[in-house]
């Protein structure tokens, strides 16, 4: 296979897992939040950045794609 | 910054209290605390509230509780007053009774046009089946001793009504008309008129056809439909009138009580708050003792003021600093006009500890400037400022939605100077138009743009770690060298990296190594083996600074395909109305997401490093203030 093919295909991998472990972890935090918001309102910036937690992961895998592609 | 804070004692005759606590509440100063327990061996006790008092105190919570909700169902606002003095018993006689009958007129006529609202609801809501009804009541007054059925029938049911005719000839017979109307919602009006002896029959028949005869409302003249719609037409129109009258009973009943429930409200919270500072007085058979913080600025305004009062007979002293811990001194944040908006950023947090630092001023630098990086637009600039002025001109002082006006404003300018330096105008509209990124162009160089991300990352990591020395040093010096240390081996590594990459010479590889080594056995001797996790996460933080880029170079993309659309579907109009509706959005996601990471990068990456929560509110004893709406 051409390294080009390759490289694409690694940065497609390197962005779509993280992508799929974020969804994941936020699939799980979401209604954990929801259900802590009924009783607490107050913590609704918590809730926000708990949300935004796991979104670490797939930036860091956009920023390992864009190394991969752009080197 | 965290204001300087002084722990004054006041001592003297305890015939003389009441009269303290009144000047104490109008100078609004001291945050009061229960005495030293250093005191008590000196035979001084707690001040405990006398059973007159305890009484007294009930007595005031119900008539404030009475006061809150009269002027609660009546709108009225609450006004902050001065009063002179304790209120006199006569007064709070004639409050209580004052408030308790305002609260029950008030609850009165709120369930009264609750009431009529309900009523208006359910006439409306029969009008439209009813008044179908209308056409047919001509033929029910030709029956008068009949009784008369009124039932619906779905449209999609309609083949059912000439079996229903064909089922009452075989039942009863003649002795029944049927009449049809047909309503705006698809539905069939059905009247079933029949003659008096045959009706327990028809009932049977529609019982066993499962059809459901329509109610009339029994307050509308009983069962029949003939009275029942006039009556419900007349009181429809009397309805608005009521209304009218009712509310205009409120006002008036707000505008003849509101200025004394809100005097009452006001002197019965400070007779309140005297009752409750109480328990914070030390006392003995002849003296008392307070205590309290206050900021120390303010100190030599609260002892002239005693002096001026008291003369020699009420002594104000201060108390060493040594004889007081940091951690019971209460916090104020005081930053300039231009920073103070940021403080609503600090304080989801709980208050930093007294001593320790406000990051205000730091996150006022900081979080414009994440923002506008990743946004980095002049014309998303541009747009951002406009919505931050007009938020700013519908907005009132002092309330939330002024302080999101303030904060826009920052993130606006550093915005626009972002989109000059990477030249960007609406994606890259600027381009198109000859605009030239001053600085690089994020579309297309990502890797200066992540180190750029990542180089900011280091800045504010070092600053943190800077900042939580100066705040450990004189508690925890241990923690301090540590957290030092962990600073001085990211700069060791970065060197180690740049000699590396060759962009350092070769030597400082080699120094920065052997300083590592150095630096490293130091490191767990002063923090333990957690030390190298500790120093890892570190490291995590200052990559986790990329996601600056990733969300900058996300959103440059939008903006991209955005003006791609113009051409690429169909007619120039179409493509245009594409692109501005994916402007739109973009433009929403840009104020969401990077609003959401740069808060996340100061509180996980940035407060971890020094931030000390904990800080007591600054509560200086005083007279009542009413909360602020909207703030």
């Known amino acids: 296979m051409e390294a080009t093919v390759l490289m694409t295909i690694a940065a497609a991998v390197a962005v779509g897992i993280p992508a799929l472990a974020t969804a994941w972890a936020q699939s799980r935090i979401g209604p954990a939040m929801a259900a802590a918001l009924a009783e607490k309102p107050e913590l609704n910036t918590t809730a926000i950045l708990m949300i935004a937690i796991p979104e670490t992961m797939v930036i860091l895998g956009f920023v390992v794609a864009a190394a991969i592609l752009f080197r | 910054m965290i204001i300087e804070m002084s722990k004054v004692r006041l001592l003297g005759p305890r015939d003389q209290l009441p009269r303290v606590l009144r000047v104490l509440q109008d100078l609004g100063l001291l945050h009061l605390a229960p005495p030293s327990l250093a005191l008590e061996p000196q035979g001084l006790g707690r001040a405990q509230l006398a059973t007159r008092e305890q009484r007294e105190r009930r007595h005031l919570q119900r008539i404030v509780g009475d006061i809150e909700a009269a002027m609660g ?7 902050a007053g001065r009063p002179a003095g304790s209120p006199a018993a006569r007064d709070i006689t004639r409050w209580a009774r004052l408030a ?66 064909a089922s009452l000839a075989a039942t009863i017979g003649s002795d029944f008309e049927i009449y049809t109307h047909p309503l705006a919602s698809g539905e069939i009006a059905v009247l079933i008129i029949v003659a008096a002896p045959a009706a327990a029959r028809v009932e049977r028949l529609l019982a066993q056809a499962h059809v459901q005869e329509i109610p009339v409302p029994a307050e509308y003249g009983g069962g029949s439909l003939s009275s029942a719609i006039p009556a419900m037409l007349t009181r429809l129109g009397e309805i608005p009138a009521t209304v009218a009258r009712v509310k205009r009973r409120q006002q008036e009943l707000a505008h003849n009580t509101g200025q004394e429930l809100s005097r009452a409200a006001s002197a019965l919270h400070d007779r309140l708050r005297e009752l409750d500072v109480i328990p914070q007085t030390g006392v003995t058979a002849h003296a008392f003792v307070l205590e309290g913080w206050l900021p120390t600025r303010s ?17 104000v002293s201060e108390v060493s600093r ?126 200066p743009f992540l180190l750029l991300a990542v180089s900011l990352g280091v800045v504010h990591i070092l600053l943190g770690l800077g900042l939580g020395v100066a705040s450990l040093i004189r508690r925890h010096p241990r923690q301090a060298l540590g957290r030092g240390l962990s600073g001085i081996m ?69 903006a991209v395909v955005a003006n791609r659309m113009v051409g690429a579907i169909g007619s120039v109009a179409v493509g245009l109305m594409f692109a501005l509706l994916f402007h739109l959005v973009n433009f929403a996601i840009a104020l969401f997401s990077p609003t959401v990471h740069a808060l996340r990068l100061h509180y996980v990456e940035f407060f971890g490093k020094f931030y000390s929560p904990g800080g007591i509110r600054y509560q200086p004893f005083g007279h009542w203030i009413p909360a602020r709406p909207g703030a």
């Not at chain 2, 100190?299 to 002594?315: G, L, M, P, Q």
């Not at chain 2, 002025?389 to 939330?400: A, D, F, I, Q």
């Open chain 2, 490 to 558: 990211i700069l060791l590594v970065l060197l180690a990296l740049l000699a590396a990459v060759k962009v350092l010479p070769y030597a400082f590889f080699t120094s920065a190594v052997i300083g590592l080594l150095v630096a490293f056995p130091v490191l767990i001797v002063l923090e333990g083996f957690v030390a190298p996790i500790e120093l890892l996460t570190t490291f995590g933080n200052i990559l986790s600074y990329a996601r600056i880029m990733a969300l900058g170079v996300a959103s440059v993309m939008l």
């Open chain 2, 322 to 447: 040594e004889e007081w811990a940091s951690e019971d001194a209460p916090v104020v944040l005081s930053n300039p006009r231009l920073l103070r908006p940021f403080e609503t950023v600090v304080r989801v947090f709980p208050l930093p500890r007294y001593g320790t630092i406000d990051p205000t001023p730091f996150v006022a630098v900081f979080f414009p400037a994440f923002f506008g990086l990743m946004v980095g637009d002049i014309g998303y600039g541009v747009v951002l400022a406009v919505l931050g002025l007009v938020l700013h001109r519908v907005s009132h002082p002092n309330s939330t939605l002024r302080t999101v006006a303030e904060i826009i404003g920052p993130c606006a300018l550093f915005t626009i100077v972002a989109g000059f330096l990477f030249g960007e105008l609406f994606g890259d509209l600027g381009a198109r138009l000859g605009l030239k990124p001053l600085a690089f162009d994020r579309h297309e160089a990502m890797i």
């Open chain 2, 73 to 79: 169902e009546l709108r009225i606002a609450p006004a």
């Open chain 2, 299 to 315: 100190r030599s305004t609260f002892e002239d003021r005693i002096r001026r009062d008291f003369k020699d007979n009420v002594a």
């Open chain 2, 100 to 165: 308790w009958r305002t609260r029950r007129e008030a609850e009165r006529l709120r369930l009264e046009l609750t009431v009529l609202d309900e009523e208006k609801a359910l006439i409306l809501k029969y009008q439209q089946f009813f008044s179908a009804f209308r056409s047919l009541l001509e033929a029910e007054s030709r029956w008068p001793h009949a009784t008369a059925y009124h039932v619906l029938v779905r449209g999609s049911d309609a083949g059912a009504i000439p079996k229903l005719r």
